[in-house]
């Protein structure tokens, strides 16, 4: 199939392209290059640069390279930034894709990918986290997800759209051979500033609360492999066949780890100590998530490949190691 891959130059974007190419899938990507890489997407794939509000372009985009499908990796997700700049949130990450969508609706292109958030649940009322539990987002960024995911439904009801919503938990890890990987500027997720304190790049790592109700006291969170959240997006491409599809899903390993356990796993998988501080909460943060993604792995033709952390860390290690610089080399 013919798949336009938008954000494909970005750290999940990137590995789902590699993930298609090895299925047999034609992957083209759009990237505006504002956070992705032009290094991560190899010489051999189709590489347009430009923007997904741009209806012009991306609908010569689609006729150009006979899109059968689109899926969707551009979006903007610091937390924070999304409170104190909602305006811009709400833009990228749900103005543009409508736009996006009415350019597949004129170009009759009628498959489609999101990658959508568990920061949609809010603080979930129990866990793990199950598809149909409410989802309360406590931050513009989640409910910019959960509106564009509502926006998918009405789609698929009146232009028989069919669409797959993956709602991620913490994508964690890099490509197996070490040639891609994260590199995010500026960084904020803890799996790679972890590994940069160790590498002495950084003076130490935070732990942004120990006071939780967690067993240590810091942050429950399911890391799940870049690998394993690509798979999943090709396993759904053979139920979009029939039109009006709406498929929602949770991304995760349903294994809770905390902060304490991911700079331990670190330690252990370097070889080298992580200098620690202690601080405050950071404001936004649920003290617990992680996912039931029993439906996707009982609908779609998806299992987790890497549920041990030290395995999924080992490949974020191998990454840094081999590109202390990331793609800026
Ligand atoms: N953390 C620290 N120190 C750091 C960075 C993070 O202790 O320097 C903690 C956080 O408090 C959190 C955990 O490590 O408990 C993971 O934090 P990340 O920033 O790596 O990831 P988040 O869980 O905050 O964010 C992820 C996705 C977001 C998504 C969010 C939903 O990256 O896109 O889950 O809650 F919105």
């Not at 990507?29 to 997904?52: C, I, S, W």
């Not at 940069?196 to 935070?206: H, N, Y």
Request: glycine share 8%.
């Amino acid at each position: 199939m013919n798949v336009l891959v938008i954000g494909g130059a970005g750290y999940i974007g990137s590995h789902c392209v590699r993930q298609l190419s090895a299925a047999g899938h034609r992957a083209v990507v759009l990237d505006n290059l504002v956070f992705g890489h032009r290094a991560a997407v190899g010489a051999e794939v189709p590489f347009y640069q430009g923007d997904l509000g741009d209806a012009v372009f991306v609908g010569q985009v689609l006729e150009a390279e006979k899109i059968e499908l689109v899926m969707h990796f551009a979006a903007f997700a610091f937390v924070g930034e999304s409170v104190e700049n909602p305006l811009k949130y709400y833009e990228n990450n749900l103005a543009k894709p409508i736009t996006l969508l009415k350019t597949m609706v004129t170009h009759g292109v009628g498959k489609f990918v999101l990658s959508s958030t568990c920061a949609t649940y809010g603080v979930p009322a129990e866990l793990p986290i199950v598809e149909d539990m409410p989802q309360n987002p406590i931050n513009p960024y989640g409910q910019s997800k959960l509106d564009l995911e509502n926006v998918l439904r009405a789609t698929a009801v009146a232009h028989g759209l069919s669409f797959a919503s993956f709602r991620y938990f913490n994508a964690a890890g890099a490509a197996q051979d070490g040639s891609i990987g994260e590199d995010h500027d500026p960084e904020t997720h803890l799996i790679p500033l972890v590994i940069q304190a160790a590498m002495g790049q950084r003076k130490s790592t935070s732990i942004f609360g120990t006071d939780y109700p967690t067993p240590d006291g810091t942050c429950l969170r399911d890391y799940v492999h870049v690998d394993d959240l690509s798979r999943a997006h090709i396993a759904a491409i053979p139920h979009l066949e029939k039109p009006g599809q709406q498929l929602f899903y949770n991304l995760g390993t349903g294994k809770p780890q905390s902060v304490r356990e991911v700079i331990d796993t670190v330690e252990k998988v370097s070889g080298l100590k992580v200098p620690v501080q202690e601080g405050p909460r950071r404001p936004g943060d649920p003290p617990s998530l992680y996912a039931d993604s029993s439906k996707a792995q009982n609908e779609l033709d998806w299992k987790i490949h890497h549920l041990d952390l030290e395995t999924i860390i080992a490949t974020a290690w191998n990454w840094h190691k081999t590109h202390p610089e990331g793609f800026r080399e």
